[in-house]
């Protein structure tokens, strides 16, 4: 079992930046790739990005390319989402999610075991 607890998310003005961390515990961390979502409101959840487990490769939806950068740091167990350049239509739930190492680094949505319980982002114009 892999617990996930996402934090950093907050009320900024359009093209401000911000932060989300997320920190797990249980299971060896290294062994996850970790994977970044979010949900809009009224809307379905979207891949935002994702991070090998050495944290060597990233992916990231057309979204995020350019403004939004995922990292991690295995020996603090966390996986950040650093937010630059803030839209409204960023305004989301964002969670972290990890699965299994071997399956690579993609945006597909398949095989996150482990989900947070999500942090609000609201981005005002």
């Known amino acids: 079992q892999v617990h996930l607890v996402e934090s950093g998310g907050g009320l900024v003005q359009a093209g401000g930046s911000l932060r989300l961390s997320c920190v797990a515990s249980?299971?060896?961390?290294?062994?996850?790739?970790m994977g970044w979502f979010r949900q809009p409101p009224g809307k379905e959840r979207e891949v935002v990005g994702t991070i090998s487990w050495r944290g060597r490769t990233t992916e990231y939806a057309d979204s995020a390319k350019g403004r939004f950068t995922i990292s991690r740091d295995n020996a603090k167990n966390t996986v950040y989402l650093q937010m630059n350049s803030l839209k409204p239509e960023d305004t989301a739930i964002y969670y972290c999610a990890a699965r299994p190492a071997r399956i690579g680094v993609t945006l597909s949505a398949v095989g996150y075991d482990y989900w947070g319980q999500g942090t609000q982002v609201t981005v005002s114009s």
């Open positions: 249980g299971r060896t961390f290294s062994d996850y790739a």
